[in-house]
């Protein structure tokens, strides 16, 4: 019997810089790997809630990617990362915010989704969870890269030169960065993941929409499951994830229908950064974004896979 397996990434996406240019080959060569990995559970018959953990813990390991190691660093040079996971089958999720030292923070939100009665844990309650059930810790050192170092001076010297006449837009330009997973398995089941180390230089104890259910992830097999990246504040106020889905039930748009919609006619007149990748039950793919780049890469059974980075 011929397979129905599917997986999309993303690894972010934004404005484009020096940096990605100088480490286009490198984050070509990662995608490929990340996508094969994911893909090569589902071949072997686990389910889209292991791809997609695959898949971001791959990501959140990678240095490359605002995720675990490589997370950006808040106003007070501190790692402060959040993640979230939902399982499209029984629509059971987990969620962890402003986590500390856990090497992937999509496994510890999979593991409040599966062995508590809860769906989110922040702070310290979550790092004691983490340690509780010996998940990798790493020290801060870890996780903080000599590029995200580089960029938290950065915006730390421009706020000090623009403080007196930065307007909203001024504080939303950089506040981008995440992946993210979307899967379907051979059962038919989706499941959707996404992970960040946050926004450079933003306040101690900010929570983008990445941890949040319905904002940066969700997934329902009778629609479908969704990751979203960009402004995480924009997200928030559009509870982007979710109105996917709803306009796919509610409104009978196609999933390529809902994915431009949301972004392109529904965020229209947003001053920031959005884009979502999207997969549903019957193996259809849709991807949709406002910005100069998105790190994306996806393949389905019978087809080759792609890889890209610009529109």
């Not at 959005?274 to 393949?299: C, D, P, V």
Request: glycine share 10%; charged share 25%.
């Amino acid at each position: 019997m011929k397979k129905n397996i599917a997986i999309v990434i993303h690894g972010g996406a934004g404005e484009d810089s020096e940096f990605i240019r100088q480490h286009l080959k490198e984050y070509e060569t990662s995608l490929q790997e990340i996508i094969t990995s994911g893909y090569n559970v589902l071949n072997k018959g686990g389910t889209a809630v292991d791809a997609v953990e695959t898949a971001v813990t791959m990501m959140e390991d990678n240095p490359l990617f605002n995720a675990g190691r490589g997370a950006a660093l808040n106003a007070k040079g501190e790692i402060e990362m959040c993640s979230s996971i939902m399982s499209g089958k029984t629509l059971e999720s987990g969620a962890v915010a402003i986590l500390k030292h856990v090497k992937n923070p999509v496994s510890l939100a999979r593991a409040i989704m599966e062995k508590t009665k809860h769906c989110y844990l922040g702070g310290p309650g979550a790092l004691n969870y983490a340690e509780e059930i010996e998940l990798p810790l790493k020290p801060e050192s870890y996780f903080i890269t000599e590029h995200q170092y580089e960029e938290f001076e950065k915006e730390k010297e421009k706020k000090r030169e623009s403080i007196t006449k930065m307007t909203k837009e001024d504080m939303h330009e950089k506040m981008h960065g995440t992946v993210g997973a979307v899967a379907l398995d051979n059962n038919g089941h989706i499941a959707a993941a996404t992970s960040t180390g946050g926004s450079v230089n933003c306040k101690e104890g900010r929570i983008g929409d990445s941890s949040m259910i319905g904002i940066g992830t969700y997934a329902d097999d009778a629609t479908c499951a969704v990751s979203g990246t960009g402004d995480g504040e924009y997200l928030i106020r559009g509870v982007t994830a979710y109105s996917v889905s709803a306009v796919m039930k509610f409104g009978k748009l196609s999933l390529a229908e809902a994915c431009d919609y949301i972004v392109h006619t529904e965020n229209k007149n947003i001053k920031g950064d959005m884009g979502i990748i999207t997969l549903n039950a019957k193996g259809e793919i849709a991807i949709a974004f406002n910005t100069e780049r998105m790190h994306r890469a996806w393949i389905k059974e019978g087809e080759q896979m792609q890889i890209k980075i610009y529109k």
